[in-house]
């Protein structure tokens, strides 16, 4: 049988783990604000990059706005 309970230290390196990914959306965010607020800040990435991080914010903010987990 398998142990489900967390560890506190567990619990701790979840939370940092999270809190990283909160970070990582907030920084791609300004990105992706830079990319929507000015087309010529784009031309130093690939096209597809730039599409891909437009829809990776998008889809970040559906699933952190309906997860209390993904919250600030």
Do not use: G
């Not at 560890?7 to 929507?36: C, G, S, V, W």
């Amino acid at each position: 049988m398998i142990d489900t309970r967390f560890t506190p230290k567990y619990e701790r390196e979840m939370e940092q783990h999270f809190e990283n990914q909160r970070e990582a959306f907030r920084l791609l965010d300004l990105i992706n604000a830079e990319f929507q607020s000015d087309p010529m800040s784009v031309q130093c990435f690939d096209a597809r990059i730039v599409q891909r991080v437009k829809q990776c914010v998008e889809k970040w903010k559906r699933i952190a706005a309906s997860n209390p987990l993904y919250r600030d």
